[in-house]
């Protein structure tokens, strides 16, 4: 497997509404009501949406390829503190446990080098991802109770420094 990581155009954007519909059913299904998750699916993942992120200068959207296939997504951006966020980052489920996140997270966190920090949020109970930003450096900072953001599910946010150039 020779996965590339390269940069989202509106031409991968009804594959990345595929990922992300997929992943958030394999990994909140549980965790969040069946009208949560149908209203968070409507309102972050349409093709529409994704197809605006790729071209929005302010996002970055990477995706990762297998061959032909995109089987990864990340997708970052900052506020308006200038404080970087990471603010999806999804793994088809049959390529999961395969090093793509990991190539997807090193992909992110180089464009937001020379920084001082990066933040994400992560819905409690999603243990698998939380490992996997643990294992990156990430730490939690903080926790919202009922994160409207998010239908009322609780979240974690973690943090991690970032290198100097």
């Known amino acids: 497997m020779a996965v590339i990581i390269r940069e989202m155009t509106s031409d991968d954007a009804s594959a990345v509404s595929d990922i992300y519909i997929k992943s958030w059913k394999e990994n909140y299904g549980e965790l969040l009501a069946d009208d949560v998750m149908k209203?968070?699916?409507s309102q972050r993942f349409s093709p529409?949406?994704?197809a605006q992120e790729a071209d929005n200068p302010d996002i970055i959207s990477l995706v990762a390829m297998d061959n032909d296939e995109i089987?990864?997504?990340?997708?970052?951006s900052m506020d308006e503190r200038?404080?970087?966020w990471i603010d999806r980052m999804h793994i088809v489920p049959a390529h999961q446990g395969?090093?793509?996140s990991k190539l997807l997270m090193n992909a992110t966190l180089a464009k937001h080098s020379g920084l001082q920090s990066i933040a994400l949020k992560v819905i409690e109970?999603?243990?698998?991802?939380i490992s996997i930003y643990e294992r990156h450096g990430f730490f939690q900072t903080d926790k919202i109770e009922n994160d409207a953001e998010v239908g009322g599910a609780?979240?974690?946010i973690m943090s991690r420094t970032l290198p100097r150039n």
């Open 125 to 129: 109970g999603n243990e698998r991802a």
């Open 39 to 41: 209203e968070q699916i």
């Open 98 to 100: 395969k090093g793509i």
């Open 48 to 50: 529409e949406l994704q």
């Open 154 to 156: 609780t979240t974690i």
């Open 82 to 84: 200038n404080q970087a």
């Open 71 to 76: 089987v990864g997504v990340s997708s970052s």
